[in-house]
């Protein structure tokens, strides 16, 4: 006689298994971070701690997906959000921890993933850039300045049937600043070194310079060369390069076409005219993700120097041809070989992952929305907003494969080929571990043994 299976208790068992494994992953990241807590902090706060990091991954809403009150809800219940919010403000209120915490778990990972790095003989990156965090109806929040708006910027753009564009000067709003590293391979997921949100006025007002200038610092003399700093436009100028020289670490700065340097004997040209009437060093054919085909490119390699740096510099020509503008990669390092001047061009390519840091972190998980009135407490959920995204890389890991595959099948099922080929799904991802959790709630998984007071 065949036994008669319940589906539904079988189904039912199936989801609680695979919300505990996705939970005790997120609870096993954060290991080091929460027995720090537990040693300055009062358990339950920890476990807060832990809660509200899997409730930013389960509410989803760009809007509304920081509000202290939406997460208090979910927290609790909603009948009980009062509650909710009151153990999350008291949690981000709370004297006895502070951001650095946070800062120094990131910076602990990062440092882990550079010696993987060397193991594996893979060239590390240092990627950065800076972007604005826009709160453009708040008046009252601490710490706001003038930034310029990057999304009044995208919806200036010409498109094609748009007509009666704005144009004039940059459109201003009230919000912070936000600059971000991270480590990556060329070939290896990228990791976050450090999250900085600053403003320009205030009690605790500072300059992109200082800022940046801290940073570099820090890193130079923890790090020193072994990495190679990756920097876009925005950094081409003779004060920071001073910076770098001061620093003595290696980098690679993409630098505008207009920019005045010097030639191999000494006189001052426009950078674009270093390969006037040349022609292509080397040619190679490589594949453009968005065309979807092999594009030949050429290249071309040119000793110069620049009047804010003492040492020899290269530079690095990356032409793609039909008309588009080359890539001008300036770098201290010597490139003697046409191979090395492709690694260099593909390092570049991969400062691509901090703009989709970027626009993930605003778009997908809220980073705009949160109403946190004093600075100190609204940096504390911003990092803990990037413990979040820390998470949902660390689950692209080649071994968790099965879970992942599993994840995407049954709480995220995509039937279109684009969102099936997507090599780094976090989107998906995100939006699944939120159906998982909101069928099985994770928090029965996250007991954590008490050590405190």
Known sequence: ??????????????????????ALRLKALLAPLLAV????????????FLSTIAIILTFRNQRQGLLLSELGAFLTSPAHAPAGTKRLSNLLRSKK???????????????????????????ALCIWDGSVLEKAESQSI???????????????????????QMSGPPIVVRGLEWTGVLLAGIR?????????????????????????????????????????????????????????????????IRWKKGHVVRDGAGQECKIWQLIRGKRAQHHRLIWDTRAQALRPYGLNIVPMRHP?????????????????????LVTNEPV???????????????????????????????????????????????????????????????????????????????????????????????WAISALWQASDPRPFFFIPQNSG
């Not at 040492?311 to 039909?322: E, I, M, Q, S």
Request: aromatic share 12%; hydrophobic share 45%.
């Open 1 to 22: 006689m065949l036994k008669q299976y319940d589906t539904k208790a079988v189904a039912s068992q199936e989801i609680a298994i695979a919300s505990e494994a996705v």
């Open 37 to 48: 807590l537990d040693q300055q902090i009062d358990l339950r706060l920890v476990r807060t």
């Open 97 to 123: 921890w502070d951001a650095h915490l946070i800062e120094s778990f990131l910076w602990r990972r990062a440092d882990t993933q550079l010696d993987a790095l060397e193991q594996q003989h893979e060239r």
């Open 142 to 164: 601490e710490g706001l300045s003038p930034v310029r708006s990057s999304k009044a910027r995208r919806l200036r753009r010409v498109r094609p049937g748009v007509y009666n």
């Open 188 to 252: 290896t997921l990228p990791t976050v070194v450090s999250m900085q949100w600053w403003s320009r006025r205030g009690a605790q007002a500072t300059t992109q310079h200082e800022v940046e200038t801290s940073l570099l610092e820090w890193l130079a003399g923890a790090w020193g060369e072994r990495v190679l700093h990756v920097f876009d436009r925005g950094y081409a100028s003779r004060t920071w390069l001073a910076a770098l020289q001061e620093a003595e670490v290696r980098f690679l």
């Open 308 to 328: 804010g740096y003492a040492c020899p510099l290269w530079l690095v020509v990356a032409r793609p041809g039909n008309g588009r503008e080359p890539w001008y």
């Open 336 to 430: 003697v070989t046409f191979e090395q001047g492709w690694q260099l061009v593909f390092a570049y390519a991969r400062r691509w992952q901090i703009e989709l840091t970027f626009r993930y972190n605003k778009c997908e998980l809220g980073m705009e929305s949160p109403r946190v009135w004093k600075g100190e407490n609204r940096h504390k959920l911003l990092l803990m907003v990037t413990l979040a995204y820390v998470f949902l890389l660390s689950l692209m890991h080649p071994f968790l494969f099965d879970l992942r595959q599993w994840l995407l099948r049954h709480w995220c099922h995509r039937t279109g080929k684009r969102y099936r080929q997507v090599a780094v799904p976090l989107y998906r991802l995100r």
